[in-house]
């Protein structure tokens, strides 16, 4: 009798889903846990753990290796106005990737939810501290160094020529951070009050212009009025694009160049655009503490369902500008 009732239960839960629409973060290794796609590869190749890898976006570390291939993009403002990535792969090995570069004070708040693997090029060492408290450091700051996997570049002058092998750090991967990450978003079908968007520009700052395209099938990015490419034949093409309004206060940090260096404010909550399948979602976005997920919601508090695929996150200051064509 009382397994008929589970039976029923977990029955009426999955009609529930169904009727909202959306399906609820869970575990299932059948389902790439960051981008609700089908999983492909073997066993051990979809239950690997999130691969947090800090990539540079000055001019010079343009062209960048392996970050088409991510399930997941954060991108924020970094010191003097350009901006810097934190890409997450799991799905996919991307085999090389880079340049890799320093760890910044928002990271270890987008790294917690993964518990998963952490690849920078060292970094202040209270931000060093930091993510290692939540993720395995594989850092040059770690036993490591910038030994295998990590690799010099000749072709390209330092520091803009670190480079990281994906599979050699899957490799060295240890309890409790040796599993698949729990799912960031939900995905489903496109919210009701979505409205036509085909373009998004993102100012995030004076030195930094970013804008997206929908071309039909996925977001296609620019930088400076140019197209952004990668080294080889591949293209940024994520499904969904997400832009995250945050607050940026000086972390009383200068660089080599003294520039302030800059912190987003990520645990708390704000305005969110929701971009996918060539719509528009308004809504907000909110992260209870470090180790949660950030969720997004409509004006009326739904769940805001992401297109199975590839999200590119941009960590927007709040109060610049964001045109939507």
């Not at 977990?10 to 959306?22: E, F, I, K, R, Y």
């Not at 575990?27 to 979809?46: H, K, Y």
């Not at 947090?52 to 399930?71: L, M, Y």
């Not at 700052?205 to 620019?222: E, F, K, T």
């Amino acid at each position: 009798m009382r397994r008929a009732r589970l039976l029923l239960s977990g029955l009426l839960v999955s009609l529930a889903l169904a009727a909202c629409g959306g399906s609820s973060p869970s575990s299932n290794d059948s389902i790439a846990p960051l981008t609700g796609l089908p999983a492909t590869g073997t066993s051990t190749e979809r239950s690997r753990p999130a691969l947090f890898v800090k990539i540079e976006n000055s001019p010079d570390a343009r062209p960048q290796t392996g970050i088409e291939q991510a399930d997941v993009v954060y991108e924020v403002v970094a010191e003097g106005g350009i901006t810097r990535f934190a890409a997450v792969f799991q799905s996919t090995d991307p085999g090389q990737i880079g340049p890799v570069r320093s760890v910044r004070g928002q990271d270890p708040d987008l790294a917690a939810p993964l518990q998963g693997l952490a690849v920078f090029a060292g970094g202040i060492p209270d931000y060093v501290t930091q993510i290692g408290a939540v993720a395995q450091d594989l850092s040059t700051s770690s036993s490591l160094g910038e030994g295998p996997p990590y690799r010099r570049d000749t072709a390209r002058r330092p520091p803009h020529n670190l480079f990281a092998s994906a599979p050699g750090f899957w490799a060295l991967a240890k309890s409790p951070y040796d599993e698949a990450p729990k799912p960031l978003f939900h995905y489903g079908d496109l919210p009701a009050g979505a409205t036509p968007a085909t373009s998004v520009a993102i100012d995030f700052s004076p030195a930094a212009a970013v804008s997206w395209a929908w071309d039909g099938q996925a977001w296609r990015r620019s930088q400076g009025g140019r197209p952004f490419t990668v080294t080889g034949s591949g293209r940024i093409g994520p499904a969904n694009l997400v832009v995250q309004f945050v607050d940026v206060r000086d972390s009383g940090q200068i660089d080599p160049a003294g520039h302030g260096v800059p912190v987003s404010t990520l645990v708390g909550s704000g305005d969110a655009q929701i971009f996918r399948n060539g719509q528009q979602i308004a809504g907000t976005w909110s992260k209870s503490d470090r180790d949660a997920r950030t969720t997004y919601a409509t004006a009326g508090g739904d769940t805001i369902n992401l297109a199975p695929g590839r999200t590119w996150v941009e960590l927007v200051p709040r109060g610049q500008s964001v045109k939507v064509g």
